[in-house]
């Protein structure tokens, strides 16, 4: 049976989940959180970086801030995307101002900048607000 590993956005639990539970609502073992929620969930920079190291479902991370114009006119469109990519991918969001150290360590020139993690690396990057569906087309 095939596994992927997932970290609880919650409790930054590492999970196991066989691959054809994915869709079927898998909660975490720890604390028995939604491990694939369906909306956009705010993350902190423990808790990122722990799921961009080790997950195996593609994270994708919109990196905003709240000062942001474009941020704000994307964020209800990153979370129409999330509840449609719910058993593709998850989608989680990163403060830039509470977390500056984002910019720097994943060399972020403009924000919103998106970028998606398979298997602890980064697979792509956008900058630049973008639709729902453009932002499903681009997760894949």
Request: glycine content about 12%.
């Amino acid at each position: 049976m095939s596994v992927k590993k997932l970290t609880c956005l919650d409790c930054g639990q590492i999970n196991r989940v066989p691959v054809d539970r994915l869709d079927a609502g898998p909660k975490c073992g720890t604390c028995g959180a939604d491990l694939m929620p369906g909306k956009a969930v705010e993350l902190d920079w423990t808790t990122l970086q722990k799921a961009a190291r080790n997950d195996e479902v593609p994270l994708v991370v919109d990196f905003w801030a709240p000062w942001c114009g474009p941020c704000k006119m994307m964020g209800p469109e990153f979370s129409k995307a999330a509840g449609t990519l719910r058993t593709r991918a998850r989608l989680v969001k990163l403060n830039t101002e509470d977390f500056p150290k984002s910019g720097q360590t994943y060399g972020i020139r403009g924000i919103p900048t998106m970028i998606r993690f398979v298997g602890g690396r980064e697979a792509a990057r956008q900058s630049g607000a973008m639709r729902a569906d453009q932002i499903i087309g681009w997760v894949g």
